[in-house]
């Protein structure tokens, strides 16, 4: 059973470009979550999302950023015209809500993405 | 989500148990401790969580005092790729959602030969 996988593993962009990052939930998931963490950082919640919709993005930077999950196919984050403080790993995870009892959804995480802007 | 704190660092003998104290006194009754860890810069892994009585997996035990206001990560044999940032953390579940996690400094553990 594949993990979340995460692609690319490593983006380079010169500032002013567009980055996207893809992530593949783990099979059976329809819950995704992505972090971000710059550099000797913690990680920090970003958004997360169900298929088609956006349930919390209240970690979202209000521009540049964007992030969908469509009903087929991997969930993107895109950041548009990116800036050099933009570098960062960008961490996505996935879960499932079991069943009607009180959910134990435990998030599982990919590899990451590491962007570079220079 | 309640606040957790953490010592900063911690070291470990190889072989030896590894006992990662978590402080989380507001903890609400609807709130789960979770516990992951970082190896250097990979994704987090998840370890184990629990909700009030003690938790035992095959990669950890987790002990949670009966006022639920701290709660250790015990690893039970400690290798050197136990050497991680581990990050104790409490959130909120309810039925039918989900939600963040909210990541504090965690504790580093080197554990050393």
């Known amino acids: 059973n594949a993990g979340v996988m995460q692609n690319p593993r490593h983006l380079v962009r010169r500032r002013g470009q567009e980055a996207r990052l893809r992530c593949s939930p783990m099979k059976g998931h329809s819950h995704v979550y992505w972090y971000r963490q710059l550099p000797e950082e913690g990680l920090k919640f970003m958004v997360y999302l169900q298929k088609e919709n956006i349930i919390d993005e209240s970690g979202m930077p209000k521009e540049r950023f964007s992030a969908e999950f469509p009903k087929e196919g991997p969930s993107i984050l895109r950041i548009q015209q990116v800036v050099r403080g933009d570098s960062a790993a960008y961490f996505c995870a996935s879960s499932s809500l079991r069943g009607s009892g009180l959910a134990t959804d435990t998030q599982y995480f990919g590899p990451g993405t590491r962007l570079t802007v220079l | ?113």
């Not at chain 2, 104290?21 to 990979?42: A, D, F, K, L, M």
């Open chain 2, 1 to 113: 989500d309640a606040k957790t704190t953490q010592p900063t660092s911690m070291d470990c003998a190889e072989g030896r148990a590894a006992n990662l104290p978590c402080n989380h006194s507001t903890i609400s009754g609807n709130e789960y401790v979770y516990w992951y860890r970082q190896i250097h810069s990979q994704g987090p892994q998840y370890i184990i969580h629990g909700l009030k009585n003690n938790e035992t997996n095959e990669m950890a035990s987790l002990i949670i005092t009966e006022d639920r206001k701290s709660s250790t990560l015990i690893l039970p044999h400690a290798t050197l790729r136990d050497t991680a940032v581990y990050y104790c953390i409490v959130r909120v579940l309810f039925r039918g959602t989900a939600s963040k996690l909210t990541f504090g400094t965690g504790t580093r553990l080197q554990v050393t030969l």
